[in-house]
């Protein structure tokens, strides 16, 4: 098992037309949960 040194972090994908960014966060019963939202990098005309 894999030792938990950051109970919450983050991660983050860049893409040309858009990025991807992801936060892990683990409980104390060390159950990992992940939020992932996506962001379009083309301005909005």
Same mark, same amino acid.
């Given at each position: 098992?894999?030792?938990? &040194?950051?109970? %919450?972090?983050?991660?983050?994908? &860049?893409?040309?037309?858009?990025v991807?960014?992801t936060?892990?966060?683990t409980?104390?019963?060390n %159950? ?5 939202k996506?962001?379009?990098?083309l301005p909005? %005309?």
């Amino acid at each position: 098992m894999l030792k938990i &040194v950051y109970p %919450i972090c983050c991660g983050i994908d &860049v893409h040309n037309t858009f990025v991807v960014a992801t936060i892990a966060t683990t409980d104390h019963e060390n %159950i990992t949960t992940y939020q992932t939202k996506r962001f379009s990098t083309l301005p909005k %005309i």
